[in-house]
């Protein structure tokens, strides 16, 4: 499961967008204080095409794909370097396969600044430099375990001495102050350094937290926005404290006051889908009486892996794949005309589908697309 961790200098309203994803109502407060355990919460993916598979389906279970969400403890000037939590917090934060940075634009007299000023360019730069510190400290220790090697019991073999290669280039762009996600590397090498889990190699979706007193242009948002597209960063715009308590009113009236905002996907989506697609990701679903559920995979990945998925036995006894893109399928079922709580409309269509030949019968390879309806025939 994708595991999202939020990141940021210390209040900087990174419990808050915690509070609008995951409607949590975690405790925010206007002081930094010294705790030290993450928030976690599961939130199920919003998604449209999910939903009308349960109300055509009516299973006895419905499970949407799901992503965690980690809401870590602000992450101050040299924490890299061991300063304050250190780096037992940043291990929190290599356990997260993507970042959410929250950024502060917001002005709160009660809330003070840990740099005394509004400054979202710098604070960004701050928590980067930050995450290099980290990834540089991971780097040296895993080159003078290489090191120590070389002097001890037997030679290193190639793959030690190219590793140690590597490591060094990165070390060079770490200490230019840049991050490892500018550094080219080949996806086989990526895939060898997984387990340094590096925090500037992350993708990164940067939350704009906003001034909810401030209408009109935004232009200290503007400037960070510019800033972080020339480095091929993409963020979202946020009112923080607005949409925290958005998230708690139920959905018409939600409605009623996104409309007000000009607001038109609330916070919470748009942090999801934000997030769920910075990682090309894909969703696939099964579907049945018993259960309608959304599953997640890399955009790429094909039928095994979707397979795999759902259980390691179908990706192992995998002899095919029975496949209907989600469209087709509705199609098929508008078609049918069935009444709305006509319990057998899900597999009338499904039928339709397999007689005009949409439901189609695919091998191992298959690049699975977004939205599949996927079916494994297998044998264990
Ligand atoms: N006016 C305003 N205040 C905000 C906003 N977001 C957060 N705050 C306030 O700022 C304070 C800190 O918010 P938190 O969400 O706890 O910030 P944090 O980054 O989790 O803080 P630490 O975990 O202590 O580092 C609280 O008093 C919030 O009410 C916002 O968008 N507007
Ligand atoms: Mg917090």
């Given at each position: 499961m994708l595991k999202c961790g939020i990141v940021g200098l210390p209040l900087c309203g990174k419990t808050t967008v915690f509070n609008v994803i995951t409607r949590a109502g975690a405790e925010v407060k206007p002081y930094a204080g010294g705790k030290t355990e993450p928030n976690r919460a599961l939130v199920g993916v919003p998604d449209p095409r999910f939903d009308k598979l349960v109300e055509i389906f009516e299973p006895k279970k419905a499970t949407p794909a799901a992503v965690e969400f980690v809401d870590l403890a602000g992450l101050s000037r040299d924490a890299g370097k061991g300063a304050g939590l250190g780096n037992s917090f940043l291990s929190f934060i290599a356990e997260s396969e993507a970042l959410l940075h929250v950024v502060r634009l917001f002005k709160n007299d009660d809330v003070p600044h840990p740099e005394n000023s509004i400054d979202p360019v710098r604070d960004w730069r701050i928590v980067e430099t930050e995450l290099i510190w980290r990834d540089l400290g991971v780097i040296e220790n895993r080159l003078s375990r290489l090191a120590g090697k070389k002097k001890g019991a037997g030679p290193r073999d190639a793959a030690e001495t190219a590793e140690a290669e590597l490591l060094k280039k990165m070390q060079d762009h770490l200490l230019?102050?840049?991050?490892?996600?500018?550094y080219p590397l080949t996806d086989a090498q990526k895939k060898s350094l997984a387990g340094f889990a590096f925090l500037t190699l992350k993708p990164e979706l940067v939350v704009l937290n906003l001034d909810e007193t401030q209408t009109g242009s935004f232009p200290q948002a503007a400037a960070l926005e510019g800033f972080l597209s020339e480095k091929g960063l993409s963020s979202v715009r946020l009112f923080g404290s607005l949409e925290m308590d958005l998230a708690q009113l139920a959905p018409e009236e939600q409605k009623e006051f996104m409309q007000d905002l000009g607001i038109e996907e609330p916070g919470r989506d748009r942090l999801i889908h934000g997030a769920y697609g910075l990682l090309g990701l894909i969703s696939f679903f099964t579907s049945g009486k018993d259960e309608v559920r959304a599953w997640t995979l890399s955009r790429g990945e094909n039928a095994v892996d979707a397979a795999g998925a759902i259980h390691s036995d179908l990706a192992r006894g995998f002899i095919r794949a029975q496949v209907v893109a989600y469209e087709d399928f509705i199609e098929a079922w508008a078609r049918g005309?069935?009444?709305?709580?006509?319990?057998r409309a899900g597999g009338a269509a499904m039928t339709a589908c397999r007689e005009k030949g949409l439901l189609r019968l695919e091998g191992k390879e298959y690049p699975v697309k977004d939205g599949d309806m996927i079916e494994i025939r297998f044998n264990v």
């Open positions: 230019e102050e840049r991050p490892l996600r500018e005309g069935f009444s709305p709580k006509d319990p």
